[in-house]
């Protein structure tokens, strides 16, 4: 009689725990999809109100570019220097990837290109380096401290990497394509390590906002 | 008559080029006890100054190697780089004391890794028209070496983009 009693309180133990077990489970599951459904759908990130911020830049074809003209509009924007041997040009071919499997659908996407290094890419440079690619990139450049302002807003890391003999140079820096909507506020982020199909459902979730 | 001649002159150079024996280049080269192989650039964008060149070396020997320096006549010099992410941050420096092949093993220079920096670029790779350079390692010695050059953001060497 005892024995059955003691086996009947193990076995609700056991299913209490089995329950507790499960519950936890499925609580870091739905974290987890949660974080996941926000990258993907689109919605604002944790902290994402505190990156971006007005600025004024200077255009390829030398004319002034200010933050205003974005207003209203989604926009992806990203950070290198054409001294670049990889990611910056890899970035650039697949923001223009991009842009082309959206159709008619770029019309509502702007994409920005960042010089980090305006000493040695000037907008003249800057033009001729961007012709490979999409002519809707607007690829912007600078005073230093006009690109260090927006880089400290976006919270883009740079430096500079001097080589051995002290002659030249090259750059560390931020390599993700930032996504904001058009309230200027940052929704997700794409990575060059990420499959294709990834960034352009982002890309296509940033616009059905 | 003339005209003709320089046509058939043209022609017959143009077969005489083509029987030549070529540079390996998709293939192998063989320096030492190691296998070079499948080198690789692509084109760049008007106006660049670098490039990446990749390639993989296979060590058959029994002592590690050092890949140290290269040269090519489209850089003003040549650099062995690594390239990583740190956190969202692309970075990028010059391989201290040159690049280990250990014995056995295969080292893969590839875009987002390992790569031969070409610098100050005197003329971007072209599509079509592979380019030359040599290698040198620590023991190996000195071999040439031709990239084939893939389109514009290629990621292999194989196919194109993406
Ligand atoms: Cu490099």
Redesign the interface.
């Known amino acids: 009689m005892a024995n059955t009693r003691q086996g009947a309180l193990r076995s609700v133990r056991l299913v209490a725990w089995a329950a507790i077990a499960v519950l936890v489970l499925a609580a870091g599951m739905h974290l987890l999809g949660e974080a996941q459904k926000a990258q993907q759908s689109g919605r604002a990130l944790p902290g994402a109100a505190t990156i971006g911020g007005p600025f004024e830049l200077t255009r390829t074809d030398g004319t002034r570019f200010s933050s205003s003209a974005l207003a209203g509009k989604p926009y992806a924007i990203f950070f290198g220097f054409t001294h670049c041997p990889d990611i910056c040009p890899t970035t650039l071919l697949e923001m223009s990837n991009h842009l082309k499997e959206l159709g008619d659908r770029a019309d509502k996407l702007r994409v920005l290109f960042v010089s980090v290094d305006p000493e040695r890419d000037t907008p003249e440079h800057l033009k001729r380096y961007l012709s490979a690619f999409d002519d809707r990139i607007i690829g912007l450049t600078g005073t230093t401290q006009e690109v260090a302002a927006i880089g400290k807003s976006y919270r883009v890391f740079f430096e500079k990497v001097p080589s051995k003999d002290g002659q030249d140079y090259t750059m560390n820096h931020t390599a993700s394509v930032y996504l904001m909507d058009k309230a200027g506020s940052l929704v997700s982020t794409l990575s060059f390590q990420e499959p294709d199909e990834q960034r352009q459902k982002k890309i296509e979730n940033l616009l059905d906002r | 008559m003339i005209r003709l001649d320089l046509h058939t002159t043209l022609a017959l150079a143009a077969l005489l080029a083509a029987a030549l024996p070529l540079p390996a280049s998709a293939s192998e080269v063989r320096v030492g006890d190691l296998i070079v192989a499948n080198a690789w650039t692509r084109v ?9 060149g990749f390639l993989t070396i296979t060590n058959t020997g029994k002592a590690a190697d050092r890949l140290v320096s290269g040269t090519s006549p489209i850089a003003g010099h040549v ?1 062995i ?1 690594e ?1 990583t ?1 740190d956190g ?7 391989v201290a004391g040159g690049l280990e092949i250990a014995p056995g093993a295969t080292v893969e220079l590839k ?2 890794s390992y ?1 031969v ?4 670029l005197k003329s971007g790779p072209m599509e079509g028209k592979p380019v030359a350079g040599t290698l040198t390692f620590e023991k190996a010695g000195t071999t040439a070496i031709t990239f084939e050059v893939a389109p ?2 290629a ?1 292999s060497p194989a196919h194109g ?2």
């Not at chain 2, 760049?44 to 990446?52: F, L, N, S």
């Not at chain 2, 969202?88 to 010059?94: L, P, S």
């Not at chain 2, 920096?117 to 100050?120: E, Q």
């Open positions: 760049t964008p008007p106006g660049a100054r670098v490039a990446g650099e780089h390239m992410m969202g941050v692309m970075k990028m420096r010059e875009p987002g790569h920096m070409f610098m100050d514009l953001g990621k983009m993406n």
